[in-house]
């Protein structure tokens, strides 16, 4: 079965401008998560969706932004780059609902560079 | 909100011996704790988890013990093998789930 895929896996951007990273969940899965991992650190919630809805949201500015879509694949936008935004962007996906929380299978990863 | 600190940051053991990652948490609402391993390129890879109706959970040269009242929880690799050597994340979630807390990992070396 295929895994969390995420594209694409590498991208340059110059600061200011605008980036769109997509995600596609392993089947029967409804729930997505996006963490941004900073080389040497832990990865840090930026936000999940479950049934297309929004269920949580990390502390990060509004220049981030997330949708899931009917196939419950996702996408992360960041607008208005800057140099901290360079990063590790996962996707993480999850059966969601239910109760409890369910482990999360991540993506490789999009490898953002800011310059 | 959850703060999760993990010990020690890099581990370096001879092949066959142990392991041991620990990692404590600041939440007494956290249920759910899985430990995950990252290889180099590639996304984290859940190992194993355990809820906090359980105390010790095993899997084959893996375990993980959870201690509720102190709020901390480790992670125990026997007999170490190369292939053990990668980055290990410990995570702390409540019950919706929602939110994930990573402690800042541990790169464990296995010296052949």
């Known amino acids: 079965d295929a895994g969390v895929t995420q594209s694409p896996t590498h991208l340059i951007k110059t600061r200011g401008q605008q980036v769109t990273l997509r995600c596609s969940p392993i089947s029967g899965h409804k729930s997505v998560s996006w963490y941004q991992q900073v080389l040497g650190q832990g990865p840090q919630f930026i936000f999940q969706y479950y049934e297309k809805e929004e269920r949580g949201r990390g502390n990060f500015p509004d220049r981030f932004s997330a949708r899931q879509f009917p196939n419950y694949s996702s996408e992360l936008n960041v607008n208005a780059l800057l140099l901290g935004d360079s990063a590790l962007y996962l996707c993480?996906?999850?059966?969601?609902?239910?109760?409890?929380?369910?482990?999360?299978?991540f993506g490789n990863g999009t490898r953002l560079t800011v310059t | 909100g959850e703060n999760v600190e993990q010990h020690p940051s890099t581990l370096s053991v001879q092949e066959g011996d142990s392991a041991v990652i620990k990692c404590t948490y600041s939440d007494s609402a956290s249920n759910y704790f899985p430990w995950y391993k990252q290889e180099l390129g590639k996304g984290p890879q859940l190992i194993i988890d355990?809820?906090?109706?359980?105390g010790e959970k095993k899997d084959q040269r893996i375990a993980v013990t959870l201690n509720k009242t102190a709020k901390h929880f480790s992670l125990h690799i026997t007999e170490t093998q190369p292939e053990d050597s990668a980055v290990y994340f410990c995570a702390a979630a409540g019950y919706t789930g929602n939110q994930f807390y990573f402690g800042t990992g541990t790169s464990l070396t296995v010296i052949p």
């Open positions: 993480a996906s999850s059966l969601g609902g239910g109760q409890g929380a369910s482990p999360l299978h």
């Open positions: 355990i809820r906090s109706n359980v």
